[in-house]
Structure formats: C-alpha cells, structure tokens
C-alpha cells in the first residue's frame, strides 16, 4: 500500500493550493480518507476526513470556511482545496487512510493504518 502526497509549495498570505494524494493497493472508496498536518515542533494534528466515503467532510476548526476535502474515487484520488492561506497554515500535510476506523476515532492520528510521506507548505506573510 502506498500513499502519495503531493501539491505543497511556499507561497504568500491569502494565496491557495491543492493538495492531492493518489493511493496504489487499496481503494479510497473503501476507505475513510483523512489530512493530518505537523508543523515544526508541534504533535501531528487533524485537519479534514471523509469518513467511509460518505463525502460529508468534516473539518478542524482551522480549515472550516478555507479548506475543502473531495474524493475522484475513479482516479483515486483524495485532493484538500485550500483557500485563503495564513501562515498558521505552514506545515508538512499527511494523508491517511483507514478501512476499519469508527467514527469516534476520526480524528485521532493513531487509528489509521496507511500514511503519506507527506508534503511541506509553507505561507509567508
């Protein structure tokens, strides 16, 4: 199973990226997906999950009216939109996938099996 993170850069204050993580050996449909981001120094923290593919994402407060999670399950594909970018924002970004997570558990980093290797934003003012 691989998990692969892409779409990070360095860019300024209010600017946007997209994020997109492609998966081989496992099928995000059967999956609940999630982001997860750690900034230098701190405990890899929650960011947004779609959980067992119901495309009802639900967000951290940070990411809530900036961040968008989708899913192009024909591709794979998990990507997070990210509008009005602030430097709290700078971090490296993880995907995550699970098959057997339960709801309560969404936001917890330990209850996913796969991992990306993540990929680095960071937002200057």
């Known amino acids: 199973v691989q998990l692969q993170a892409s779409g990070g850069g360095a860019v300024r204050t209010g600017d946007s990226l997209q994020l997109s993580c492609v998966a081989s050996g496992i099928a995000f449909r059967r999956n609940t997906v999630a982001w997860f981001r750690q900034a230098p120094g701190k405990e890899r923290e929650f960011v947004a999950v779609?959980?067992?593919?119901?495309?009802?994402?639900v967000y951290a407060d940070s990411g809530k009216g900036r961040f968008t999670f989708s899913r192009d399950n024909a591709r794979n594909t998990v990507y997070l939109q990210m509008n009005r970018l602030e430097p709290e924002d700078t971090a490296v970004y993880y995907c995550a996938a699970s098959s057997t997570i339960i709801l309560s558990s969404i936001r917890n980093k330990s209850a996913y099996s796969y991992w990306g290797q993540g990929t680095q934003v960071t937002v200057s003012s």
């Open positions: 779609d959980f067992r593919n119901t495309n009802r994402p």
